[in-house]
């Protein structure tokens, strides 16, 4: 069997097992056994394969894994759906106390409790959104 098939199939177990990871390790090392098949297939003897493969998985795996895994814990950018409404401000367009409530906020309009059970908002004063629970925001007056 030739050499550059026992690379090739190398990289695909390799491939195969970081499916079932999701480390980013594994899937390098199948590149780097992609690299050294190329590198059989034109020829390169078997110690130069050898090294082909140790100097391209130590690359992938001391340069770009740590570049990979920063990208994937990045935070969030944005927020989407009910959690971007949070400290966003809003207005009272019925009285709201820690019972019940409406607010208007980017044109919609919200059922709304204060977040201070004590707190009784005017109608028409303005609001912070500090919390969406379920269907109702929780907010706070606007100083």
């Known amino acids: 069997m030739d050499e550059w098939i026992v690379w090739v199939i190398l990289a695909v177990v390799l491939g195969v097992a ?11 090392l199948g590149v780097a056994a992609l690299l050294t ?6 020829g390169l003897p078997v110690p130069l394969q050898l090294l082909v493969f140790a100097l391209s998985s130590t690359a992938g ?7 990979a895994v920063r990208h994937i814990r990045q935070p969030q950018v944005q927020r989407f759906g009910v ?4 400290g966003k401000p809003a207005y009272a ?6 019972r019940d409530g409406r607010i ?3 044109g919609e309009e ?3 409790r204060a977040y201070d059970e004590t707190l009784v908002i005017p109608e028409g004063a303005s609001v912070d959104i ?7 925001a929780l907010v706070y007056p606007r100083e």
């Open 130 to 136: 500090i919390e969406i629970e379920g269907a109702t």
């Open 93 to 98: 367009i019925t009285q709201v106390t820690g």
């Open 61 to 67: 795996l001391f340069v770009v894994r740590p570049m």
């Open 83 to 86: 959690e971007a409404l949070v």
């Open 104 to 106: 208007r906020v980017g």
């Open 37 to 42: 098949a190329a590198g059989a297939a034109i």
């Open 110 to 112: 919200w059922s709304a």
């Open 18 to 28: 970081e499916i079932f990871t999701l480390t980013a390790a594994l899937g390098l």
